[in-house]
């Protein structure tokens, strides 16, 4: 969890600091990481780095709750079979919004690296819910490290949620 002394920064220096840890774990995988980069693109100490993270790990896991908190705004709360064609438009433009959100890569290496290295969890979600869920994060999984299967991936999910 993001130490205290990191939210209490002014916005620009946690956008920065933010801005660097992107730059890093876009381009490495966690388990090859440094915080010695990290600090110097982002232009602080490396004291400083331990005073807003507890550890690389952590550092990591506030990136990727960021930007996943930022490209999961507009989708809807609940996938149901009523809302199909929406919830596949917004899937549609989650991938897009990533892309231009400067989250692809980041994405990206999680689902190729850091996803095993972080090791995995029970999905915490009702059952009547976690149907729905497993299929768009597998669809999402699928487009992002293969964008040119968007189409073919949509209508396997479209076909799978109409049977749900």
Known sequence: MV???????PHDKQARIRQALFTEF????LAEA???RIVKEA???RGAFYKYFADLTDAYQYAFDFALAEIHQKM?????????DFYL???TAFITETQQAGYRKFIKMYY???ENYLGSKATQIDSDKWAFKVLYHQTVRDVVLDPAALDVRLGQLKAALQKL
Do not use: D, M, S, W
Request: charged share 15%; no cysteine.
């Open 43 to 45: 232009g602080i100490a």
């Open 26 to 29: 876009e381009e490495y995988p």
């Open 3 to 9: 130490l205290a002394t990191f939210t209490n920064l």
């Open 112 to 114: 190729l690296h850091n």
């Open 34 to 36: 440094q915080v010695a």
């Open 89 to 91: 438009q917004r899937i």
């Open 76 to 84: 809807p709360a609940k996938p149901t079979t009523e809302n199909i």
